[in-house]
């Protein structure tokens, strides 16, 4: 690999994350890296004295058994998150219990909360509408999408075979295949991590929701749907968390005020907690600190909406290993 194509790989690198994130590409270049890194993982356990023919076959089969895996994942979440029960149910009751809140809170206060629940949700359709091309790049809702996705997995899973293809490659094919080893290196770390952080977020949640409250004789209505959404907001470094437990206290705060105020102190607990497990886990990973990876978040919502915020600690670890690659950090 020559110094052209070295600096030629970066240029092209530096342009791809605006390109991904303005086509709204970012769900595809999840999921074909999502399917990339376990694949490569998995085939790594393939026997290395099969002949060439059974190897072949052992990894595409890896690669299949990974993409419908995490497909069938992926829809199963969205299923459940639209199902009767599911966001829509989740709505309604924070919508209830701003409504009960409007009737006992100062008049200074209670005037910006929504009148009721068709206005939460006539202000929801709103926000959608005039948002909807930074919610669709987070790979939630339409046909394109979902094609996008698709696409992606097929990618992720040919790159992969390819890496152990052993093919001769030219100086700029090699360049690249360095920056995606990189890519894929960087998202591994952070992805895994984030959901380590996520299921320990999950766990402690659960255990509060499901176990700590019933035995007081308190019931939260949506738990499942409320220890769902947990994990999956969890993905995100720091402001997941936030999320979630917003919404816990707020349906906390519909059972009665002192049930709102401990379930916010569990939850300020919970997240003081991920703050030590972000600096443990995926800073000890990416070699980045909470605040590093919060930043890099704000900045690059700033500039390309959600899917900025989304990409961002992939990005920025991306960054810093590549920095570090060239001894520059």
């Not at 970066?10 to 605006?18: N, R, S």
């Not at 998995?42 to 052992?58: D, F, G």
């Not at 990894?59 to 299923?79: D, E, K, Q, R």
Request: aromatic share 8%.
């Amino acid at each position: 690999m020559n110094k052209e194509s070295g600096i030629t790989s970066y240029l092209l690198a530096l342009f791809t994350v605006p390109l991904v994130l303005h086509f709204h590409l970012l769900a595809a270049v999840i999921a074909g890296l999502a399917v990339h890194v376990l694949t490569v993982k998995l085939a790594r356990r393939v026997p290395a004295h099969w002949n060439r023919m059974a190897h072949e076959v052992a990894l595409g089969m890896i690669a299949i058994i990974v993409a419908a895996g995490l497909f069938g994942a992926g829809f199963g979440v969205w299923s459940l998150f639209h199902g009767l029960h599911g966001v829509a149910a989740l709505l309604t009751a924070v919508a209830e219990t701003l409504d009960h809140l409007k009737r006992t809170l100062p008049a200074h206060l209670a005037a910006s909360l929504p009148d009721s629940v068709d206005e939460l949700q006539s202000r929801v359709a709103d926000f959608i509408r005039e948002n909807g091309h930074n919610l669709s790049a987070v790979g939630m809702e339409g046909a394109m999408t979902f094609a996008h996705v698709l696409l992606g997995m097929v990618v992720g899973g040919m790159t992969a075979l390819h890496s152990f293809s052993g093919a001769e490659q030219g100086p700029l094919a090699a360049a690249l295949h360095c920056r995606l080893q990189v890519l894929a290196d960087s998202f591994e770390k952070v992805v895994f991590a984030q959901v380590k952080i996520s299921c320990l977020n999950t766990i402690l949640t659960a255990t509060y929701l499901a176990i700590i409250l019933p035995l007081f004789d308190i019931h939260l209505p949506m738990v499942s749907v409320l220890i769902l959404f947990t994990f999956v907001t969890g993905m995100l470094p720091v402001v997941g968390n936030l999320v979630s437990n917003t919404i816990i206290v707020v349906i906390s705060l519909g059972i009665s005020p002192g049930v709102g105020g401990v379930s916010a102190l569990f939850l300020v607990l919970v997240h003081k907690l991920e703050y030590f497990t972000n600096a443990r886990i995926v800073g000890g990973e990416v070699h980045a600190r909470a605040w590093e990876l919060l930043c890099a978040m704000l900045v690059m919502e700033a500039i390309f909406g959600i899917s900025g915020m989304v990409a961002a600690p992939i990005v920025y670890a991306w960054l810093k290993a590549e920095l570090k690659a060239l001894k520059l950090v």
